[in-house]
């Protein structure tokens, strides 16, 4: 194959798997993801079966990249480093995809929960995926939170994390039974800094002599 020739199919190639992506969506929305087949997909995208399986090794696969498209996981991951640690935790926190696909991360919610507890490997898989960037940053400001003497040295960074991201995915879970409060994270951020941000020596001894 020639250059130019690969440089005309790239694009070409690059288009077929977007129109996948947004037809996977849209079916997985509308009908679940159960109902909706590979063959339902190549109808609905105008794109051959044989060319969706050379993109995709099967329908989960497929599937985990769609969920990552819908929920901004295909973009570059935001940077958290204000100068201000406590502000930094509480932007990482609040942080969520972009509102234009909002409806649709509603309308696919149920239906991911349901295919993920049927299909135990695609349940972790998923919840790799989506956890792993929030908890990598948690991580590095825990990390840095220790650099800066804010933290103890032995602050067990995986209760740590639980602490942090639990309530967030108790919000997304249980929104609709119980909203939760327009100032979640912050709350969270604070109770944190309570229960583990180390007391200088200077107000320790103020609080004694009171």
């Known amino acids: 194959m020639t250059g130019n020739h690969a440089k005309l199919q790239r694009p070409r190639s ?3 798997h977007d129109k996948v ?10 009908n679940g993801i159960d109902a909706t087949s590979i063959d339902s997909i190549a ?10 399986y050379k993109h995709w090794s099967d329908k989960n696969a497929l599937c985990l990249e769609a969920m990552g498209r819908i929920h901004g996981l295909d973009r570059e991951a935001p940077k958290f480093d ?4 406590k502000q930094d935790f509480i932007d990482l926190l609040n942080h969520k995809p972009s ?6 991360r509603e309308r696919l919610l149920p239906h991911l929960i349901a ?14 995926r989506v956890m792993e960037p929030a908890r990598k940053q948690a991580t590095a400001l825990l990390d840095r939170g220790i650099g800066q003497g804010v933290f103890p040295a032995d602050l067990d960074k995986v209760v740590g994390l639980s602490l ?11 929104r609709s039974v119980t909203p939760p409060p327009a100032n979640l994270a912050e709350a969270v951020v604070e109770a944190f800094w309570r229960a583990f941000a180390v007391t ?10 009171r």
């Open 14 to 16: 690059r288009r077929a």
């Open 21 to 30: 992506l947004d037809s996977a969506i849209v079916l997985f929305a509308d």
């Open 43 to 52: 109808a609905h995208s105008g794109v051959s079966k044989a060319t969706i």
């Open 82 to 85: 204000s100068g201000d640690l």
């Open 99 to 104: 509102e234009d696909q909002a409806q649709l």
């Open 115 to 128: 295919y993920g507890a049927r299909n135990p490997e695609f349940g972790f898989a998923w919840r790799t």
């Open 164 to 174: 942090l991201l639990g309530p967030m995915v108790y919000k997304h879970i249980f």
């Open 200 to 209: 200088s020596p200077a107000v320790t001894s103020a609080k004694k002599r």
